[in-house]
């Protein structure tokens, strides 16, 4: 697949569409749109099991690949990456999930429920402003390990056997190794680099969602989340974080699709209620044009 051939910085350098899809409840439309806010899922929670996870064993598999054919002195700094990413990899990110599909059969089955689905189309300019994820990526690969910035980039899905992807990233890593001088500052930061890199990565079974995502993570100096809070999941508390869209781009929502439902003119003018209450009347509100019925 074309985005495999990228390194993940290139990936997460390309232009996001200017209007990304989010697919939820109507539960979830209505504190969206009361509190101009976004969560963000700790990415461990989430309904991929092998989310975060997969990024990492593919790295370290890869790693292993290459020590069996190195020099004593490479496979010292293979063993030291692989120490230094064994080191973060509980550590997990928060993600808020995004797709560049609209009104897509795929996603009202898998992501809304019955008769109660919304597909929010954000305007991705408050997407990035919330984070301020605009800086040139040069800025941004020297300060996400440190700071924990926020990137907005689009999923690469990896296939069950991705060969040499990470190569590049093994590489400059190990050479920079040499150069510093020091070679655990640079291991630091690979392993915190990788950790935001990490979630961008999905099993390539997910291919068809094509999704952009929204990742952050602790603050390497607090270990804090920033406007952390629970909900309570199917049998556990999940942890997410809040972030506000609303405050730096008063519209930032473009337009809203009500998915298939048995009272479909009902929740269409409750809808446009809503969003005009919140001073959002201009949004668009339309039905779906998918002859589904899942009710």
Same mark, same amino acid.
């Given at each position: 697949m074309e985005n495999q051939r990228l390194g993940y910085l290139e990936q997460l350098s390309k232009a996001a569409p200017a209007i990304l899809y989010h697919y939820t409840s109507l539960e979830a439309f209505h504190k969206i749109?009361? @509190?101009? @806010? $976004?969560?963000? @899922? /700790? !990415? &461990?929670?989430?309904?991929?099991? @092998?989310?975060?996870r997969l990024a990492f064993s593919t790295l370290k598999s890869r790693i292993r690949d290459l020590r069996a054919e190195a020099s004593e002195e490479r496979s010292t700094k293979l063993d030291r990456l692989n120490v230094a990413l064994e080191s973060v990899e509980s550590v997990g990110a928060f993600v808020s999930c995004f797709s560049t599909k609209r009104d897509d059969l795929s996603q009202w089955r898998g992501y809304t429920p019955l008769g109660r689905g919304v597909c929010i189309g954000f305007t991705t300019a408050a997407i990035r402003e919330a984070f301020d994820t605009t800086r040139p990526m040069s800025i941004a690969r020297q300060r996400m390990a440190t700071e924990g910035v926020s990137l907005l980039g689009e999923v690469m899905y990896l296939s069950s056997d991705p060969q040499s992807i990470f190569d590049d990233l093994i590489e400059f890593f190990c050479g920079q190794q040499e150069q510093s001088g020091s070679p655990f500052d640079w291991l630091k930061f690979a392993a915190r680099t990788f950790l935001i890199a990490a979630p961008f990565y =999905?099993?390539?079974?997910?291919?068809?969602?094509?999704?952009? &995502? $929204?990742?952050?993570?602790r603050n390497p100096s607090t270990? =804090?989340?920033?406007? $952390?809070?629970? &909900?309570?999941g199917a049998s556990t508390l999940i942890p997410y974080s809040e972030i506000n869209l609303k405050e730096r781009i008063p519209r930032f929502i473009s337009e809203v699709i009500i998915g298939p439902s048995p009272n479909i003119a009902l929740t269409l003018a409750s809808a446009k209620m809503l969003l005009d209450h919140h001073e959002l009347? /201009?949004?668009?509100? !339309? =039905?779906?044009? !998918?002859?589904f019925r899942n009710w």
């Open positions: 749109v009361s @509190t101009g @806010t $976004l969560w963000a @899922t /700790d !990415i &461990r929670f989430m309904n991929d099991s @092998t989310e975060f =999905k099993n390539a079974h997910f291919a068809e969602e094509c999704e952009w &995502r $929204l990742v952050g993570g270990e =804090k989340v920033a406007n $952390l809070n629970f &909900r309570q009347a /201009d949004v668009e509100v !339309i =039905k779906s044009a !998918i002859p």
